[in-house]
């Protein structure tokens, strides 16, 4: 009679504590893969009870549309840090008011639009520049 053998390789206190170069946090493959195993590898005498199964079953698919929705809020995030600048390019050409960090009003007619970061700056024809968080009012420039 052939006996059996486990190979010493697989059994966890072989395989190394430390991950190098991995990632640091689970993903949903990583969670399926978890699940496969635990399926794979249960009692066959005690199987998973079917309310433990659906249970992780609704948990990997919560973790799935959070990790499409991040992914679809990045993706939002990135559309409108780049249109910023054109949304502010309208208003070359306008004469704005702003309030300075001291406190202090100030008017001028925009010039140019450009964009440090994700901060949008407006550049004034007496070369003042104006973060675009500090405008107050936007109007025509008047003819003078």
């Known amino acids: 009679m052939a006996q059996n053998t486990i190979d010493s390789g697989l059994f966890l206190s072989s395989t190394a504590a430390v991950r190098t170069g991995g ?21 066959p005498l005690n199987p998973m009870e079917d309310k433990e199964f ?28 780049n249109d910023g600048i054109l949304k502010y390019s309208e208003m070359i050409g306008k004469q704005i008011d702003w309030k300075t960090e001291d406190g202090e009003a100030k008017t ?6 450009k964009q440090s970061g994700p901060d949008i700056i ?3 024809q007496n070369g003042d520049e104006v973060p675009s968080a500090f405008v107050t009012k936007v109007t025509e420039a008047s003819a003078s």
């Open 108 to 113: 001028g007619i925009v010039k140019s639009i």
């Open 122 to 124: 407006l550049e004034m």
């Open 23 to 43: 990632k640091s946090s689970l993903g949903k493959d990583d969670f399926l893969k978890i699940l496969i195993a635990q399926l794979q590898n249960q009692d």
């Open 54 to 81: 659906i249970s992780q079953m609704a948990s990997f698919s919560s973790l799935e549309q959070m990790t499409n929705l991040n992914t679809q809020m990045s993706s939002f995030i990135q559309v409108q840090v």
